[in-house]
């Protein structure tokens, strides 16, 4: 199973592609709503991203309040 | 009429198919607007049934499908209000809703709904009326009534009880949370996957496939496998307008009007 640093980078870089930012830009304990930019209907669609990418199911209760890469890559691996 | 272009809507009819799409900012949100031009829509299909072998219902918005009810509009009407008054317009839109989406859910052709990005509340009932469902693989399913401390109102239990089995069911409506399309069609309620931006394209080469079918035999078929649940949907009417009538649901909808979080449909 990958660690959790492997799937913090997997979930940065797939980030970074989506919203089209330049790889490495993102880093783990950055705020992604701020960093992206992004809407409620813009984190429903990295949920989505994230739930396709990696196979698994993100409740969205498991998910409100986490801001970070880190913490939700955490969320992720309690997933896999 | 086999062609209109409305403030929420439009719809054309060509080679025995009716394409409706919802296109109404930012999310093809059902309040009086939509509803009313939902209802003039029914009319005309129910004219051109005889023709129609199958009808596509997508959105041109690229928010997605629909996000449900328009909840701005219901506080701000339910607010200006008394308390006699704000039920009877709830349950004034209720029953007309009902009647547009039980038509379109026993309607003598095929329905065919092509959904992308966001299909929740009564975005989620208007596409549980559709016999066939094709989803866009970043679409998204909920029914996040239970925040506002009212059940879904437009027919949803009814009809995902009647399509689905009742665990998922209990899943969704009890946590609210949201779905993704492969977890949709794993449990039965998406027929299609679609790559993305592909829903419309597939939905529409599904309702070309069905107008090969003899119309007798289609509107049997149908009838059969689809029944409509006519006594639970009353009932359903009549828990939604207890429930609405509680002074926390007003407090419920003003909190989610003036979330601006990224998660409004969360508790």
Redesign the interface.
Known sequence: MPTLEQTTQEVLDLAARHFKLPAGSLAPEDDFFKKLGIDSLQTLEMLSLLENHFGIELPDYEVQGVSDFRTLAERIQSRR | MKSFTGKALRWDWREGVLELTLDFPP?NEIGTVMLGELEQFVAAAKHLAPETAACVIASAQK??FCAGANLRELYEQSAQLNEKARAEGVRDFLERIHAVLNWLDEAPFVTVGAVH??CFGGGLELALVCDVLIAD????F?FPELRLGLIPGFGGIPRLKRDLGNGFVRDLLL?????????AQAVGLVAQLAGEGEALRIARATAAQVTKFDAVTRTAAKKFIKPVPREELRREIEIFCELFSRPAVLAALKKFVEDK??????P
């Open positions: 999310a928010s997605g990005g966001v693989k970043m679409a998204r909920a946590t609210g949370r949201s779905v993704n399309a492969t977890r979080g990224p998660m409004p449909y969360q």
